[in-house]
């Protein structure tokens, strides 16, 4: 078998662990926050408003005045 003692020899293989610690992180990390973010509808005050016109809270006339505000 070979083996290789040297100054390089047992750096190679700390770094490499590390660099397979960092992955398992990022993947860990990855699925955490596809997880948690199921289930959040982001809504901008556009897609607020838009709902609430289709719901019948708002008249057409207060809906275009919030949506010309909304456009500034």
């Known amino acids: 078998m070979w083996h290789v003692d040297g100054m ?3 750096g190679w ?3 490499g662990m590390i660099i397979w610690l960092l992955i398992i ?3 860990i990390v990855l699925i ?3 997880l948690s973010g ?5 809504s901008t005050a556009i897609d607020i408003l838009d709902e ?4 019948g809270e708002i008249s057409e006339e207060e809906y ?3 949506k010309a505000e909304l456009d500034k």
Request: glycine share 8%; no cysteine.
């Open 38 to 42: 199921r289930g959040e509808a982001s």
């Open 32 to 34: 955490v926050k596809a």
């Open 25 to 27: 992180a990022v993947v």
């Open 52 to 55: 609430r016109y289709a719901k």
């Open 8 to 10: 390089f020899s047992s």
């Open 64 to 66: 275009l005045k919030m």
């Open 13 to 15: 293989h700390g770094f």
